[in-house]
């Protein structure tokens, strides 16, 4: 008895997390096009760039995770929202969903993306592996 009530509360936590991914993303969705600023480069024609976000608990081994692309004007294109569980630590969260990310990417069949997010010590590990757990 007591497993189902976990296992329900824990849907409950994946779905809530999942909501506050989406909400995020409407918004964004509903911002204004912005011009790029003088240090951010200029999306070519042809290109998507494809922001990623993610709220993970550390507690509950769940997370929430979202992408977005959007063209070379600003305009949304996709963009898709997802619950995961079983992450143990913020680096395997965020591998998990940068994976996530590239594998939609390549479903949606696009070639030219460019990827955005606040996973820096992940994309230094992945361009500098040598450093890698020193990050």
């Not at 506050?20 to 011009?35: F, G």
């Not at 305009?75 to 630590?89: I, M, N, P, Q, Y």
Request: glycine fraction near 6%.
């Amino acid at each position: 008895m007591q497993e189902k009530w976990l296992e329900k509360r824990k849907t409950k936590r994946s779905w809530f997390l999942a909501q506050q991914v989406q909400t995020r993303m409407e918004l964004t969705e509903r911002a204004e096009v912005r011009k790029p600023t003088v240090n951010e480069p200029r999306m070519l024609e042809g290109w998507v760039l494809c922001e990623i976000g993610m709220d993970w608990s550390k507690t509950g081994d769940i997370m929430g995770a979202a992408w977005i692309t959007k063209n070379s004007r600003g305009k949304v294109l996709e963009h898709s929202r997802r619950a995961f569980s079983g992450s143990k630590t913020v680096g395997e969260a965020k591998l998990q969903v940068m994976l996530w990310a590239i594998e939609s990417m390549r479903s949606l069949k696009k070639k030219k993306v460019r990827f955005v997010s606040i996973f820096g010590d992940l994309v230094e590990a992945i361009g500098k592996p040598y450093r890698w757990p020193a990050l």
